[in-house]
């Protein structure tokens, strides 16, 4: 049987499934079948212990600090999900004995994962287990576990050991100050942890009872305490054929939490965690887990993308990433943002990159825009970050972090590890040089504000972002004598393997873009008198500084297409030598190359790491004809290993955009593997966030054409080779679109009669309610 996540599965589409236990395959599908719902995020490790498992339990936005010498991070706090089974005194391990069936499935569209296995312990007796969890989409703080025993074969006494166990690290970092733990009316285990640095109180309950064919048997064991951790021990005996069912429901709280009334401290959680359990087991497994798939059902009813093909795997990788989109989001909270992994592991330590913005913010933009204004308020919250940043490097306005946490602060480590054999650290500069990271929050205000007409978001926050990213960018220019340009020197752009450089054109277009976009926004707010807009005129005294941004807005140096239209990434990239790419291009491994040359190196070649001028084809795609597309993406894809998982819809995208579907269908299915893939290690670290946006991108944006010109709609579908029929929700400017799209149709439905003006295919239409071309 292949252990790899398979595409062509039961209930059409919606399983994600493990055939065979392979513990060279744990970290990957620990990952990509974890469980959340933007609170709460918890990577799927096995119950049963394994050498290689890693246990993660992660709740949004509680980052913290171990000590001066380590980075910000989100803290991985106690288990919940571990149990130990013994059977007639035998531990339950797939390690042992004989797994006579097995199979693990996510079911994307309830978000339960499942685990069934027919076991034979070193005696033959054999076992019949079932294993099923969920993080509850109906209620946030609710992690729920039911597993179902049936000796096959002889009388069982079965033992069953779990609790909660604050033994986790990150990685070896101890977060949490051991706290409390303690049991409540014989049935209540509680944990408490305190974060070392940011002082963040976490609650932390379960409740575990048992049924014998589903006739409850009153706690037959204990507790204990071991250090750390909490235990309720269990020892039942059974007949063949009769179900043991194990549930334990469990509740995590911490003081960080708004929905219960910021400034909870400790002793507060302690009584309406216990009250939320106690209210919360008045209902079993089942009950619950059906709460939170109405959920699901919902989400799916407004989220769903179909795809009518005859390569099933398509369908799944996109329902794969909505899946993942969701429970990666903390929704219920503009204090947080998205982290680069998700909530489903330690990868770049919770922090918050442009993968956001400019890979993510789509997805819910369209889909459901209260979200993505939830994402941009993140952005606003932490603003003050920003203006300390750049005012630290001598800029003004407001400079991003490279990596965001809670506060805006840069949270980018300063040094990458010790090289063992040199002993000297490399030193990372995309904190202190990688700055388009400033210009892609303004660019999603603003795309937010187009395609959602959201003044109310403008005139409070968006408008503030956008002209203080501005600001930044004005101070970022220097004037060039010889060009008689305004440049921007010393970055890094999208292709990190390329620092320092001079006038990198991703980044140029887009300061442009930042300084021309605050004057059209600054002439809007005057026009349509924004309450709260006069205010910021003052505040940020922007009439001067309209004067000038308007004098150097045209004179920014925007590298253009050469004789063969292509345009340079940088000063000096045109000059460097070349390498064949195509050994670090196949290798499964991501960044090989750095073992064969050193950075320095690198950074001397035309070698990408990932999309850089074919980002900026993207992100200002009507601005650049297809002819230039083309001749770009040909020359750069090339020069790209595609080591950033940013790299391969955003090909995808921009091929269609020049009529290779060829290209774009072989980069979305390169997306879709990112995760899904047959690479064992690929998602060790957790899943791929901005690949997750990619996905669904590729799909909307790229095959399905859909693009914001300065505020019209406009959509070119070109569906691939083995698609038939592509569907799926829009909304667009207050109103939810509908398209169906197949080769010889497109047709557009929306539940009003508004009109509204959109171009399809370059021309243009006013749909009412149903638009079919
Ligand atoms: O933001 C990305 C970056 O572009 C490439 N390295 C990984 C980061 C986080 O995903």
Redesign the pocket.
């Known amino acids: 049987m292949l252990n790899e996540a398979s595409g062509k599965s039961q209930e059409q589409n919606w399983m994600i499934e493990e055939t065979c236990f392979n513990e060279r395959y744990q970290g990957k599908y620990e990952s990509i079948l974890a469980l959340g719902n933007g609170y709460l995020g918890l990577r799927s490790a096995m119950e049963e212990p394994y050498i290689g498992q890693t246990r993660n339990l992660f709740v949004a936005g509680t980052y913290d600090k171990f000590d001066a010498t380590e980075v910000t991070e989100l803290p991985n706090a106690a288990d919940l999900t571990e149990m130990f089974i013994h059977f007639n005194d035998e531990p339950f391990s797939l390690k042992n004995g004989k797994v006579l069936e097995y199979s693990r499935k996510l079911n994307l569209k309830t978000g339960e994962l499942t685990r069934s296995i027919v076991w034979e312990n070193s005696r033959s007796e054999r076992y019949q287990m079932t294993f099923g969890r969920f993080v509850s989409l109906d209620d946030r703080h609710l992690i729920g576990i039911k597993v179902d025993i049936v000796p096959l074969t002889v009388p069982a006494e079965i033992t069953v050991k779990t609790g909660i166990n604050g033994r986790q690290t990150n990685s070896g970092v101890q977060h949490f100050h051991d706290g409390d733990k303690r049991v409540y009316e014989d049935r209540y285990m509680q944990l408490i942890q305190t974060t070392i640095e940011s002082n963040i109180g976490f609650v932390i309950n379960s409740r575990v009872r048992l049924y014998i064919d589903n006739k409850e048997v009153v706690n037959p064991g204990g507790y204990s305490l071991e250090r750390r951790s909490i235990y309720q021990n269990s020892k039942i005996s059974i007949d063949p054929g009769a179900t043991l069912t194990i549930e334990k429901l469990s509740n995590v709280f911490t003081s960080l939490d708004s929905d219960i009334g910021t400034g909870l401290r400790v002793e507060g959680l302690i009584k309406h965690s216990l009250e939320h359990l106690s209210e919360v087991c008045k209902m079993r497994y089942d009950s619950l887990l059906a709460n939170s798939k109405a959920k699901w059902q919902k989400y799916w009813e407004e989220a769903r993308v179909e795809i009518q093909t005859s390569d099933a795997f398509d369908q799944l990788a996109v329902r794969f990433a909505q899946y993942h989109l969701l429970i990666m989001t903390p929704f219920h909270d503009e204090r947080f943002s998205i982290g680069?992994k998700g909530l489903t592991g330690e990868g770049?330590k919770g922090h918050v990159?442009?993968?956001t913005e400019i890979f993510i913010l789509p997805y819910f933009q369209h889909t459901f825009p209260a979200i993505a204004r939830t994402l941009l308020r993140y952005r606003f919250n932490t603003i003050d970050g920003a203006r300390n940043k750049a005012h630290q490097f001598g800029y003004k306005g407001a400079m991003y972090p490279w990596e965001s946490a809670l506060s805006g602060a840069e949270e980018t480590p300063e040094w990458a590890a010790i090289n063992i054999m040199t002993g000297k650290a490399t030193r990372i500069w995309?904190g202190i040089k990688e700055h388009h990271v400033t210009a892609d929050i303004a660019y999603a205000a603003w795309n937010y504000y187009l395609s959602t007409v959201d003044e109310d978001f403008m005139n409070e926050f968006g408008s503030e972002i956008i002209f203080e990213c501005a600001e930044f960018w004005y101070s970022r220019l220097e004037w060039s004598e010889a060009k008689k340009a305004y440049h921007i020197h010393d970055v890094i752009g999208?292709d990190?393997y390329t620092e320092h450089i001079d006038n990198n054109a991703y980044t140029n277009y887009m300061a442009e873009f930042t300084i021309r976009t605050a004057i059209q926004l600054y002439e809007l707010g005057i026009r349509k008198n924004w309450s709260h807009f006069q205010h910021i005129v003052n505040q940020l005294r922007l009439e001067e500084r309209m004067a000038r941004y308007r004098g150097v807005v045209d004179r920014i140096y925007l590298p253009q297409p050469d004789a063969d239209d292509i345009i340079p990434q940088d000063d000096t990239f045109m000059s460097k030598g070349c390498i064949n790419l195509e050994k670090y291009k196949r290798s499964d491994e991501k960044q090989t190359i750095l073992k064969e040359y050193t950075r320095e190196q690198v950074g001397d070649l035309q070698v990408l790491?990932?999309a850089d001028v074919v980002m900026l084809l993207y992100v200002l795609r009507n601005r650049f004809s297809p002819k230039v597309k083309q001749a770009n993406w040909e020359y750069y894809e090339e020069r790209t290993i595609h080591d950033?998982?940013?790299s391969a819809a955003v090909h995808g995208i921009v091929a269609n955009d020049f009529n290779c579907s060829e290209a774009a269908y072989r980069f979305f299915q390169k997306a879709a593997r990112i995760d899904l893939g047959p690479n064992p290690v690929s998602s060790n670290d957790g899943i791929?966030?901005?690949s997750m946006g990619g996905i669904w991108l590729a799909v909307v944006m790229g095959f399905g054409g859909v693009s914001n010109d300065n505020g019209t709609l406009h959509l070119e579908p070109k569906l691939p080779e083995p698609w038939e029929r592509l569907s799926f929700n829009l909304w667009w400017q207050g109103e939810k679109l509908h398209l169906e799209i197949t080769k010889t149709r497109i047709k557009i439905t929306k539940a009003s009669v508004t009109g509204m003006d959109l171009i399809v295919k370059g021309n243009r239409y006013t749909l009412l309610s149903e638009l079919t071309l």
């Open positions: 680069a770049y990159f442009w993968d995309s999208p990190e790491k990932q950033s998982s940013l791929h966030a901005a």
